[in-house]
């Protein structure tokens, strides 16, 4: 069965930077175009960025583009997230997700937090 | 392209025929998901393309619309439907999700 496991969440400084992986697993992870999602503390679910099955296309946020990076390894099964000049209200459990044909959002991992704050 | 959805939150017993709107600001085609998120939990996909039933996702749920106005039914309310549900647009980036909607008891 589809598995995306996010990791690399944590505690970090304004102004500084992290990179979120997710792994997957239970299928052709190639495939398939992924998406990176954030729900800040008590707050609904935001879209940050999607990337084409073989990286050639990534759509973006506003509130994101130029920060973020989403990429991926597909010799690796893994997408990533790599998030420079964080700000307080980054603060969020991120998610990755892969699409169904369509780009709608079929399967989530179960999310990683980051907290941004000094 | 914004979502707003309506109602914001409603409350209603097990049984009750819900429905949920979510309108686009400009025309989206028939390129809406609904979502459903219980508390600390990630989302699960229950309606695509406006229309189509999820795997696995129970009949009662259905979705309709298509261009700037749709709809998620839930055809018979159950203990386990008590969630917030979003919409989200795919038809052009940013794929924006709506506010969402709270059901509760």
């Known amino acids: 069965q589809v598995q995306l496991v996010e990791s690399g969440g944590g505690v970090v400084q304004p102004g500084g930077s992290l990179r979120l992986s997710c792994a997957a697993s239970?299928?052709?992870?190639?495939?398939?175009?992924m998406h990176w999602v954030r729900q800040a503390p008590g707050k609904g679910l935001e879209w940050l960025a999607l990337?084409?099955?073989?990286?050639?296309?990534?759509y973006y946020a506003d509130s994101v583009k130029g920060r973020f990076t989403i990429s991926r390894d597909n010799s690796e099964n893994t997408l990533y997230l790599q998030m420079n000049s964080l700000r307080a209200e980054d603060t969020a459990v991120y998610f990755c997700?892969?699409?169904?044909?369509?780009?709608?959002?079929?399967?989530w991992g179960q999310g990683t937090l980051v907290t941004v704050s000094s | 392209i914004q979502l707003t959805q309506s109602p914001s939150f409603l409350s209603a017993s097990v049984g009750d025929r819900v429905t949920i709107t979510c309108r686009a600001s400009?025309?989206?085609?028939?390129?809406l998901a609904w979502y459903q998120q219980k508390p600390g939990k990630a989302p699960k996909l229950l309606i695509y393309?406006?229309?189509n039933l999820q795997s696995g996702v129970p009949s009662r749920f259905s979705g309709s619309g298509y261009g700037t106005e749709f709809t998620l039914t839930i055809s018979s309310l159950q203990p386990e439907d008590f969630a917030t549900y979003y919409c989200?647009?795919?038809?052009?980036?940013?794929?924006?999700f709506g506010p969402g909607t709270r059901v509760d008891i």
């Open positions: 400009q025309g989206i085609t028939s390129s």
């Open positions: 990337i084409w099955y073989d990286g050639g296309i990534k």
């Open positions: 989200q647009q795919l038809n052009n980036s940013p794929f924006t």
């Open positions: 393309a406006a229309s």
């Open positions: 997700a892969k699409e169904r044909r369509g780009y709608f959002a079929e399967d």
């Open positions: 239970g299928f052709t992870f190639g495939d398939f175009a």
